[in-house]
């Protein structure tokens, strides 16, 4: 194993990833104490409803949203690493377009539908004027461009400190609300205004970033795809792909809410959250892995080995995380949020599956992306979306909550299925010219 470390491209990735890891270990256990503190203040109904309101923008912003920082990575680090800034300049200028278009339109639309559909997601009337000011974060959550344009100048380290900003500054703030007894509409506050927080430094931070570097004049948004080949069709493609995968995430905590009720979708939230993390180190290397590997010779050898050996990497600390779940779960479950949410543990131990098959299979979406796939990713995600939603209602009615995890699981494992076939039919392609 020692030579995988004489791997230029091998040693990048495990320092992007490092930078990464540290900050998302902190975010971690902020985020789990912000848990904590706001359901032992709100209890399992009230804590649902929060879910509920956040989760409604998510989903709005999910389903509007154009990947713009995949598009940025895709064009833009491969013009800065031929020198060539003006290509990079092309692609920031087009993804903060697309980011300006769909966050506008996606919150425009969610604020609209929200009073005729919020009852389907067990959203009661009274919390409506909160929900629809929480929609106002939708254009702010959809931009993603400043992150494509830090990954793109390889500035890892700066991405990692910010993504700590909202949930230790959220977590204080909990803290605060559990010790002073506050109202929900302060919760709901607290999520606000840590969220808008995250975003605008992010931006504050890549506008320093660029104009160090003597990048920022001339970048503007725009709608027009200069000297990008075939760059729309990567961007709806993208966002067509990433649009499904909300269904997987605010969306589901949605349907289970629909389906099921307030406090199950808080259950079911706690759970995934737990499950997720098991999945960080997949997670944080699938984020270094695609400006790696959209920089190789897909051709040659180097990209196939490098996820070999990030596979073993991530499979190594995944298989660690989830075995802690699994042995510690309940205890841990029971200290945080009190015994009304020792129904997560059984959700756990069926949700765990999501991170096993994610460790196992980071590597699959940025190997089509780098190779130029985007229609691979997103039939792959489009059949497993359609799997989950034909089976997640029945799977509800007939085991609550377990149900909806196991339709996650299932919906999972037929989009890598997917996935696992285009892939291995490209590598026959290229190997065999």
Same mark, same amino acid.
């Given at each position: *194993?020692?030579?995988?470390? +004489?791997?230029?491209?091998?040693?990048?990735?495990?320092?992007?990833?490092?930078?990464?890891?540290?900050?998302?270990?902190?975010?971690?256990?902020?985020?789990?104490?912000?848990?904590?503190?706001?359901? $032992?203040?709100?209890?399992?109904?009230? %804590?649902?409803?929060?879910?509920?309101?956040?989760?409604?923008?998510?989903?709005?912003?999910?389903?509007?949203? %154009?990947?713009?920082?995949?598009?940025?990575?895709?064009?833009?680090?491969?013009?800065?690493?031929?020198? /060539?800034?003006?290509?990079?300049?092309?692609?920031?200028?087009?993804?903060?377009?697309? /980011?300006?278009?769909?966050?506008?339109?996606?919150?425009?639309?969610?604020?609209?539908?929200?009073?005729?559909?919020?009852?389907? %997601?067990?959203?009661?009337?009274?919390?409506?004027?909160?929900?629809?000011?929480?929609?106002?974060?939708?254009?702010?959550?959809?931009?993603?461009?400043?992150?494509?344009?830090?990954?793109?100048?390889?500035? %890892?380290?700066?991405?990692?400190?910010?993504?700590?900003?909202?949930?230790?500054?959220?977590?204080?703030?909990?803290?605060?609300?559990?010790?002073?007894?506050?109202?929900?509409?302060?919760?709901?506050?607290?999520?606000?205004?840590?969220?808008?927080?995250?975003?605008?430094? *992010? &931006?504050?931070?890549?506008?320093?970033?660029?104009? $160090?570097?003597?990048?920022?004049?001339?970048?503007?948004?725009?709608?027009?795809?200069?000297?990008?080949? +075939?760059?729309?069709?990567?961007?709806?493609?993208?966002?067509?792909?990433?649009?499904?995968?909300?269904?997987?995430?605010?969306?589901?905590?949605?349907?289970?809410?629909?389906?099921?009720?307030?406090?199950?979708?808080?259950?079911?939230?706690?759970?995934?959250?737990?499950?997720?993390?098991?999945?960080?180190?997949?997670?944080?290397?699938?984020?270094?892995?695609?400006?790696?590997?959209?920089?190789?010779?897909?051709?040659?050898?180097?990209?196939?080995?490098?996820?070999?050996?990030?596979?073993?990497?991530?499979?190594?600390?995944?298989?660690?995380?989830?075995?802690?779940?699994?042995?510690?779960?309940?205890?841990?479950?029971?200290?945080?949020?009190?015994?009304?949410?020792?129904?997560?543990?059984?959700?756990?131990?069926?949700?765990?599956?999501?991170?096993?098959?994610? !460790?196992?299979?980071?590597?699959?979406?940025?190997?089509?992306?780098?190779?130029?796939?985007?229609?691979?990713?997103?039939?792959?995600?489009?059949?497993?979306?359609?799997?989950?939603?034909? #089976? #997640?209602?029945?799977?509800? &009615?007939?085991?609550?909550?377990?149900?909806?995890?196991?339709?996650?699981?299932?919906?999972?494992?037929?989009?890598?299925?997917?996935?696992?076939?285009?892939?291995?039919?490209?590598?026959?392609? !290229? $190997?065999? $010219?």
């Amino acid at each position: *194993m020692r030579h995988w470390f +004489n791997d230029q491209h091998f040693r990048s990735l495990l320092k992007n990833t490092s930078y990464l890891a540290v900050s998302k270990g902190i975010a971690a256990i902020a985020a789990i104490g912000t848990l904590a503190f706001a359901s $032992r203040s709100l209890g399992l109904q009230g %804590f649902g409803t929060l879910i509920l309101i956040a989760s409604y923008a998510q989903a709005a912003n999910g389903l509007a949203k %154009f990947q713009s920082w995949q598009l940025v990575v895709r064009y833009g680090a491969a013009a800065l690493a031929k020198g /060539d800034p003006r290509g990079f300049k092309n692609a920031a200028s087009f993804a903060m377009g697309l /980011d300006l278009l769909s966050g506008l339109v996606g919150m425009a639309a969610a604020m609209a539908l929200l009073p005729f559909i919020g009852g389907w %997601f067990g959203l009661d009337n009274r919390y409506l004027n909160l929900a629809l000011i929480y929609c106002l974060l939708v254009p702010t959550m959809g931009a993603s461009s400043p992150t494509g344009m830090m990954r793109s100048m390889d500035r %890892f380290d700066l991405i990692s400190w910010q993504g700590t900003v909202t949930p230790i500054a959220r977590c204080v703030l909990t803290g605060i609300g559990f010790w002073q007894g506050w109202s929900f509409p302060a919760f709901v506050a607290i999520w606000f205004a840590t969220d808008l927080a995250g975003d605008l430094y *992010m &931006w504050f931070i890549t506008w320093r970033e660029l104009g $160090r570097r003597g990048l920022g004049a001339g970048i503007r948004p725009t709608l027009r795809p200069s000297d990008l080949e +075939n760059g729309w069709r990567f961007a709806v493609q993208t966002n067509l792909t990433y649009s499904l995968e909300s269904a997987w995430g605010p969306l589901a905590r949605l349907i289970v809410g629909g389906l099921l009720g307030p406090a199950s979708a808080a259950l079911y939230r706690l759970a995934s959250s737990l499950a997720d993390s098991a999945r960080k180190p997949a997670d944080l290397l699938a984020k270094a892995y695609y400006p790696e590997v959209v920089r190789m010779d897909a051709a040659t050898k180097h990209p196939w080995r490098l996820m070999l050996r990030a596979t073993a990497l991530a499979g190594g600390f995944g298989m660690a995380a989830v075995l802690i779940l699994v042995i510690g779960g309940e205890p841990l479950i029971r200290v945080l949020f009190g015994k009304d949410f020792l129904g997560v543990y059984p959700i756990l131990l069926v949700m765990i599956g999501i991170p096993l098959i994610a !460790i196992l299979s980071f590597p699959l979406i940025p190997m089509l992306l780098a190779l130029d796939r985007p229609d691979a990713t997103l039939k792959s995600r489009l059949v497993g979306t359609l799997v989950y939603l034909a #089976i #997640i209602a029945p799977l509800c &009615w007939r085991f609550d909550v377990q149900g909806a995890a196991a339709a996650m699981v299932i919906g999972n494992l037929v989009m890598v299925g997917v996935q696992v076939f285009y892939l291995r039919t490209e590598h026959r392609r !290229i $190997r065999g $010219r």
